[in-house]
């Protein structure tokens, strides 16, 4: 996993489609406000890591520090940018970190309830950008079609995590596996060997909404609030560009990071989002009249983020918990 992460991070820098003399003049023109972006990130990963410190309490004594949990967070984002079709990186990592200290199937549905959790509210936070354009921005036809498709995507993942939430999904997602293939006979074994060990692990991810209410909403409030959060890295850099520090700004920027969030996503088997994020987020600005120019300096920073600290988790994987 690591040389994989070290391997893109490598290609991440050789085909940056951006002259050194534009990244340094971007940088230079960032100033101070890159540094709010980078603290403004460890915030974010301290939030993401309490949402997982909140769920792994409810099942049982915790056995590492916060800090401790915070590097493999910081680890697993690393490797979910870094490989393709993001969670296939991080949270086999998470869950090899934690099994030698609170088991298997605990490990296992901390981190499938935590990697849930993150998913589940993308879908609330593009509900929302899809609220805030029709209640504030003008609707043309096209546009009615884009949100209508956002608004059908994004209810039926709302209801099959509520589903998931309720029953659980790793006997489902097995029998779902067994549907493709070349996997039917594996999937097969699997269910059948693991039986006890994956109806055990769905009870315990059924457990945290229906009888810890109280740590279920707590996480979801918090990883919300983040996606909420994320939105002034956008912010900051409009700002530079000299729009009015205002309600309307921030509105622009969930927007924009909304629409770019979910066409990369859409594209997440691509290491990095190599391009989808950088077209995401031209395309976000030209629809809300934005100049090109502001599109590519929000992706380049973006960039220079994500790979900032892609390459501190990869190096973080290296220093013991």
């Known amino acids: ?62 056995p590492l520090s916060f800090m401790t949990l915070m590097k493999i967070t910081v680890s697993a984002f690393a490797l979910n940018s870094a490989t393709p079709i993001g969670l296939l990186g991080g949270e086999p990592y998470k869950i090899m970190e934690l099994t030698p200290l609170v088991g298997t199937q605990r490990a296992t549905s901390s981190v499938l309830l935590f990697a849930m959790m993150h998913i589940f509210t993308h879908f609330c936070y593009w509900v929302t950008a899809i609220v805030l354009w029709l209640l504030l921005k003008p609707l043309t036809a096209g546009m009615a079609v884009l949100l209508a498709a956002c608004a059908l995507f994004c209810a039926g993942g709302i209801y099959l995590f509520l589903r998931g939430y309720k029953y659980g999904l790793v006997v489902k997602g097995i029998r779902w596996l067994g549907h493709i293939p070349g996997l039917k006979g594996w999937a097969q074994r699997f269910a059948t060997q693991h039986e006890e060990s994956l109806h055990r692990i769905d009870d315990q991810i059924a457990a945290l909404h229906t009888q810890s209410r109280r740590s279920f909403y707590t996480s979801l409030v918090l990883e919300y609030t983040g996606r909420m959060m994320q ?29 770019t969030s979910l066409f990369a996503n859409l594209l997440g088997f691509i290491p990095m989002q190599l391009g989808g994020r950088e077209g995401g987020f031209a395309m976000s600005t030209a629809q809300l009249g934005l100049t090109g120019g502001t599109g590519l300096f929000i992706s380049i920073i973006c960039r220079v983020r994500e790979l900032f600290f892609t390459t501190l988790g990869l190096g973080l994987m290296k220093v013991k918990n």
Do not use: K, Q
């Open 231 to 259: 939105s002034l890295e956008i912010m900051f850099m409009l700002l530079l560009f000299g729009a009015p520090l205002s309600w309307m700004t921030f509105v622009d920027s969930v927007l924009i990071l909304a629409f």
């Open 1 to 62: 996993m690591f040389l994989i992460g070290l391997a893109s991070v490598v290609v991440m820098l050789v085909t940056f489609d951006v002259s050194w003399e534009v990244l340094w003049s971007d940088l230079c023109h960032a100033g101070y406000w890159l540094v709010a972006i980078l603290l403004l990130w460890v915030v974010l990963y301290a939030m993401n890591t309490l949402t997982w410190w909140l769920i792994l309490r409810e099942s049982g004594a915790m």
